[in-house]
């Protein structure tokens, strides 16, 4: 009778641990993230459709600090905000600057990155430096819709901004010779230049970023409104700053810390 009511409580006892674990993952948070796939080593897409890079695994370590369960879609630059806006998915991790034009339409975590811009021609090119002036009369590639492209139109006035949906097609027309530098992200023109592919062209220099512009760095993107989930991002930041994961991520792709300054 005793070993009868001892398994008894015991099945009980564990029906219990069950259904409180299974309520537990009922509870646990539930995000769909974005990233564009198209911006290495920041991210991109593997040949099978899977999004890796710096943005992804930084994200992922995000959702685990957070015990949050994470899905990822890939997302067109151009179409990303307004496929936030309409509730496709919940947050952004693609190397989005957190500038004044884009906060009044989203929301932002602080941020986990913060590189500066840099200006890429080719080899034989005439140009000796990144001045407005040495650039002018010439035609200067970007990508459409960032930072890069909205300080291109406002400090290189006398060029010819030409804009691109991605990075690629702008590294592929200077690599023809269809246009004289282009403009981008330091590390991802780097990156570019130190393969195959971006042998054609060098670094003529970095710039200086404008605040007003630039803004402070890359930061997580939500809907506009929803600070509780910013927030979260940016305590998770924060929490793996501080225990080494994100040095362990910045080191797979980086030889300097991506992070910027402690602001």
Known sequence: MRITKRLALAFSAAAIAFTMGAAHAEDALKLTIASEG??????????????????????????????????????????????????????????????????????????????????AVPKDSDVKDITPEALKGKTLGVQASTSHSNYAQSKYAGSEVKMYPTADEYKLDISNGRVDAVMDDVVVLGQWLDSDAGACCKLLGTVTPDPAIHGPGAGVTVKKGNTALADKFTAAIAAIRANGKYKEINDKYFKIDVYGGEN
């Open 38 to 119: 198209a911006y290495p080593p920041f991210n991109n897409l593997t040949p099978d459709g899977k999004l890796v890079g710096f943005d992804i695994d930084i994200g992922n370590a995000l959702c685990e600090e957070m015990k949050a369960q994470c899905t990822w879609v890939s997302q067109d630059w151009d179409g990303m905000i307004p496929a936030l806006q309409a509730g496709k998915f919940d947050a952004i991790i693609a190397s989005m600057s957190i500038t004044p034009e884009r906060l009044q339409k989203v929301d932002f975590s602080k941020k986990y990155y913060n590189t500066p811009p840099g200006i």
